[in-house]
């Protein structure tokens, strides 16, 4: 509901899914590194080209790009692509991927945080005199944009959070010199939705169940009651748009039904038109014209799977399946619809930006995203359905190394966070720098993920560590039974909510793991919630409802009952623990605490930090540290290959607490 935040991203899987030290030789890998093996960089490294966007005269291209190994923000014209320069230089850290032009067709709008602390703040960039403006508060606040049209070329909607951690505040922002004016200050609302008009319309708040109360401003400035989204529903319902009068919203809504569809609704008569759905899926993301007229909705089973609103776009499709293979992301359209930016996401390759021409009905290549793939031999990323022993069907991805070939092969179950987001088909870096060792890599869209309608979410309801992780026992059976692999070769391997999964199966299911690897993971739930970000807290009722009320007696008791630390007397294989230390989701004393208490239970457990983190590894030198230390680990408790580690510790801020002489050849 234009939340200042995604809610499906509460613990985001930001790193699982992104001074040297030496390595000796690594005793307890069943293969020794060989001179084949794809050096880690090739999967870990910022990509070399993220979000290719059309300005919208459709004369340039703008596009995240490294400078030095730095993610920042590059233009080209469209006519010469050779001329591309980049217009900001960061040197420190990633700038966000996402960017934004102004109609001006000379200003683009970026962020940037500092040390992963999420305090995005906004600026804008001159593409011709390369003048950088600030557009919020230099520190401390988060922001982000709210809403840009045509009829305002110089300005733009911001919010941020300044006055108020928990709320954002409405700004009108001039992108050409920084101005800015406040046009509502926000003392109680979640989300926000204006108009191309630059009106605020509607808010959004939880109640104290959990659901989601959306209010309609009035022209006099009154709030008054609009809609009600139950807490079954707000993980599955979105209001996304006005239509350019102001007259229709566009909204994905699982109201009265468990897969969510794509509506229109009248504002005057209150009346909803089905304009898309999906029998097997949500829809869970719709597209518009510079207009704002809908154009397509897409849904996501195991693939992508569009649902043309406008038939204009089924021609589109056509032309681009004729180009390529793949699932096909719409990027940006230039104003007048001729061009459009697009994306074709692939498993086995790197994924390739192209344009398209409806003038001529053409796709160009513009871009191969990752271009060390190019002779890389990538495995295939198989979606699998696996039956859950109370017959829900699970979605997951299967990649098989080509030692399987040859039988059973040690598996890593690699999870992701959330819990309220999914794993996706396409390239991943997790999974092919697995596959690439010797392992075979599984990854399972256990209850709660979102993306299979609202059921399927609320089948987690008070069953983190309960059902939820009996779904991954589930996965591993599965992968046992059809010959996979063998009990005893399995490893655990899981991000923010992943890293309290992986944690809860050293502690509740010990003997189905060989060795854990916790990334971020949450250790404590009751001093976890005590300790989210201020921003979350408009949002802890769905929390409290759905995981446990840390404000009652009962619902405290069941949250320590769900927390790994409290069961660290069954803990009995290696952990490897990794934490960004300016973490604001999932703060380094949850890490911090489960550390000790296996170090006092004598549980070997390796413990790695990095002081310019938050929650997830942005650095690339910090990514290829972590996954170095990883990959050792790895190979010691499973068996499979292993890269000396190199250059592969230089620029990076690790630091071993504690451990390091639990994996082999790295030194604490």
């Known amino acids: ?68 190994g730095v993610n920042n923000l590059w233009v080209a014209p469209l006519a010469d692509l050779k001329a591309a320069r980049p217009v900001t230089r960061a040197t420190d850290r990633n700038i966000a991927t996402y960017h934004s032009w102004g109609y001006t067709n000379r200003h683009l709008v970026f962020f940037r945080d ?32 709210q809403e840009a049209d045509r009829k305002f070329p110089e300005q733009m909607l911001l919010r941020h959070n300044e006055r108020d951690k928990r709320y954002f505040d409405l700004f009108r922002v001039n992108i050409v010199t920084g101005t800015s004016e406040l046009v509502y200050e926000n003392s109680q609302y979640l989300g926000l939705i204006t108009d191309s008009a630059f009106q605020l ?41 006005f239509s350019a009068d102001g007259k229709t919203l566009y909204l994905i809504d699982s109201r009265g039904r468990d897969k969510a569809g794509f509506f229109a609704l009248d504002m005057a008569t209150r009346q909803t038109t089905l304009l898309a759905a999906d029998d097997d899926a949500d829809i869970a993301l719709a597209i518009f014209d510079e ?79 990752r271009k060390s793939l190019a002779d890389v031999a990538l495995r295939k990323l198989q979606p699998v359905v696996i039956p859950a022993r109370d017959g829900l069907r699970l979605n997951g991805y299967l990649t098989l190394p080509r030692e399987a070939e040859a039988g059973r092969v040690p598996l890593v179950l690699v999870i992701h966070g959330g819990p309220y987001m999914r794993d996706t088909w396409g390239f991943s870096s997790i999974h092919q720098w697995l596959a690439s060792r010797g392992y075979a890599v599984l990854s399972v869209n256990y209850r709660g993920s979102t993306g299979f309608g609202k059921a399927f979410v609320t089948a987690a309801d008070h069953e983190w560590g309960g059902k939820m992780h009996d779904d ?76 446990g009320d840390p404000d009652t ?42 550390v000790a208490a296996l170090k006092q239970r004598g549980v070997p457990v390796t413990y790695i930090t990095f002081a310019d983190e938050g929650h997830g590894f942005v650095r690339p030198e910090n990514r290829l540290a972590c996954y170095g230390v990883t990959e050792a680990f790895l190979a010691k408790h499973l068996g499979g290959r292993c890269q000396p580690i190199g250059n592969d510790f230089a620029g990076s801020s690790l630091k071993i607490e504690t451990g390091g002489e639990l994996v082999p050849g790295l030194r604490g």
């Open 291 to 369: 207009n704002r007229r809908p154009l397509a909705a897409m849904a996501n089973t195991d693939r992508m799977r569009w649902h043309a609103v406008d038939q204009a776009v089924a021609q589109d499709l056509a032309d681009l399946t004729r180009h390529g293979t793949g699932d096909i992301t719409f990027v940006t359209n230039s104003d007048d619809l001729r061009l459009g930016s697009v994306y074709y996401e692939r498993d086995t390759e790197s994924g390739e930006y192209a344009l398209l021409d409806r003038g001529t009905r053409e796709v160009r290549k513009l871009f191969t995203q």
């Open 553 to 594: 007696e009962a619902g405290r008791a069941f949250l320590v009952e769900r927390s790994p630390l409290t069961h660290i007397d069954r803990v009995k294989r290696p952990i490897l623990i990794a934490q960004g230390m300016r973490d604001v989701r999932v703060v380094a004393a949850e890490s911090e605490q489960m």
């Open 114 to 145: 500092r040390d992963g602390d999420e305090n995005l703040r906004a600026a804008s960039v001159d593409i011709v005199s390369g003048a950088i403006v600030p557009l919020t508060p230099e520190a401390g606040v988060k922001s982000f944009k």
């Open 472 to 547: 991954l026992i589930d996965a591993v059976d599965w992968a046992i039974a059809q010959g996979i692999t063998d009990p005893g070769r399995v490893g655990f391997f899981g991000g923010s909510y992943g890293g309290y999964s992986a944690l809860m199966a050293a502690t509740k299911t010990p003997e189905v793991f060989a060795c854990i690897v916790d990334l971020f993971g949450i250790s404590n739930l009751v001093t976890f919630m005590a300790t989210i970000p201020p921003y979350w807290g408009p949002w802890m009722s769905v929390w409290k409802n759905r995981l």
């Open 201 to 241: 319309r509607l808010g959004s708040r939880i109640n104290a169940e959990g659901a989601a109360e959306i209010f309609e401003r009035r022209p006099d400035g009154d709030w008054v009651p609009f809609m009600t989204v139950p807490i079954a529903d707000v993980d599955t319902t979105d209001l996304l748009d």
């Open 1 to 68: 509901m234009r939340a200042p935040i995604d809610r499906r991203l509460l613990l985001s899987r930001a790193a699982a899914l992104g001074a040297s030290l030496p390595f000796m030789s690594l005793r307890g890998a069943a293969h020794a590194q060989t001179p084949d093996l794809v050096a880690r960089r090739v999967f870990f490294d910022n990509p070399d080209y993220i979000n290719v966007r059309l300005s919208p005269d459709g004369t340039h291209l703008s596009y995240i790009a490294p400078v030095d």
